[in-house]
Nanobody, 127 residues
């Protein structure tokens, strides 16, 4: 599976962005899809996860109510809608896919189940 993320950019605090990640080379619904981010000098962290068919989602506490993950399996695409952006959201954002055989508690707490990664897209929140 190949993943291609896009949609990053420079946005002012309080602004919005929508990231997209298009998958190719596999049956997208067979994979949990996650968004991760890595800020300068910090470890990569899970931001949000969508189950294979989109029935379950997870978001880290600091983005709940601001970020929404969704997916359109017909378009092989997972989205991250980000609103009320804060400077602390500045990071390189990555999408990743984990085979659906991995249980939910694994894919929402670790990057280890994720076999496939896209190139990152930079989000900068600054005035």
């Amino acid at each position: 599976v190949q993943l291609q993320a896009s949609g990053g950019g420079l946005v002012q605090p309080g602004g919005s962005l929508r990231l997209s990640c298009v998958a190719s080379g596999g049956t997208f619904s067979s994979y949990h899809a996650g968004w991760f981010r890595q800020a300068p000098g910090k470890e990569r962290e899970i931001v949000a996860v969508s189950s294979g068919r989109g029935g379950s989602t997870y978001s880290k506490d600091s983005v709940k109510g601001r970020f929404t993950i969704s997916r359109d399996n017909a378009k092989n695409t997972v989205y991250l809608q980000m609103t009320s952006l804060e400077p602390e959201d500045t990071a390189v954002y990555y999408c990743a896919a984990a085979p659906r055989r991995h249980i939910w508690s694994q894919v929402t707490t670790s990057s280890a189940p994720y076999d496939y990664w896209g190139h990152g897209t930079l989000v900068t929140v600054s005035s």
